[in-house]
């Protein structure tokens, strides 16, 4: 990414967006590692090339789902690796929205995890709560379907326009 705008395009970028995949990030070291550098080569990119604005994203869910079987399996103590996996998530959505709280940042897994009534789809697990993907936005748990990508294309509109605004949706600059 960082050679790519580095390369011939230097000054020539309006917009950059720099999306992870759920693959990425899987368990909880992984997140904190890669929030870190994940941040600093967006800011390092902000400082070299001032005209062009930088749009970090959230990395994307997973559908973890529920019901009678699963509770009963977390109860005999087995491990939820979907769960697992979203709390990573989680972790790292969680220090990019704090670290970037001033910009405008496109918050995908809050996309993939508010239901069409506005309500959000979460669990809690092992005493931390976490976000989930919409069981109706995907057919396969992991990546997004027709209605899913309608909703998530929706707030990734709406995040590009703030951007070039110079300000975050429904709010003024934090941070």
């Known amino acids: 990414?960082?050679?790519?705008?580095?390369?011939?395009?230097?000054?020539?970028?309006?917009?950059?967006?720099?999306?992870?995949?759920?693959?990425?990030?899987?368990?909880?070291?992984?997140?904190s590692?890669?929030?870190?550098?994940y941040c600093e080569t967006l800011e390092d990119l902000a400082r070299r090339q001032p005209t062009t604005v930088v749009v970090p994203v959230t990395v994307p869910l997973?559908?973890?789902?529920?019901?009678?079987?699963?509770?009963?399996?977390?109860?005999?103590?087995r491990p939820n690796p979907s769960k697992l996996k979203n709390l990573a998530r989680q972790a790292f959505n969680d220090a990019l929205r704090q670290r970037w709280s001033a910009t405008p940042i496109f918050d995908?897994?809050?996309?993939?995890?508010?239901?069409?009534?506005g309500t959000s789809d979460a669990f809690t697990y092992q005493g931390r709560r976490g976000q989930n993907l919409v069981a109706a936005y995907t057919d396969d748990g992991r990546?997004?379907?027709a209605a899913?990508?309608?909703?998530?294309a929706a707030a990734f509109v709406q995040t590009l326009a703030a951007a070039v605004r110079g300000a975050a949706p429904g709010a003024g600059r934090g941070g």
């Open 108 to 117: 995908l897994a809050a996309a993939e995890s508010t239901r069409p009534d």
């Open 143 to 145: 990546h997004l379907n």
């Open 33 to 37: 590692a890669l929030v870190g550098a």
């Open 62 to 77: 997973t559908h973890a789902e529920g019901g009678l079987g699963v509770v009963a399996r977390e109860l005999l103590g």
């Open 148 to 152: 899913g990508r309608r909703t998530v």
């Open 1 to 31: 990414f960082r050679r790519l705008l580095d390369g011939g395009t230097l000054g020539r970028v309006d917009l950059a967006v720099l999306k992870y995949c759920y693959v990425d990030v899987q368990d909880a070291a992984e997140a």
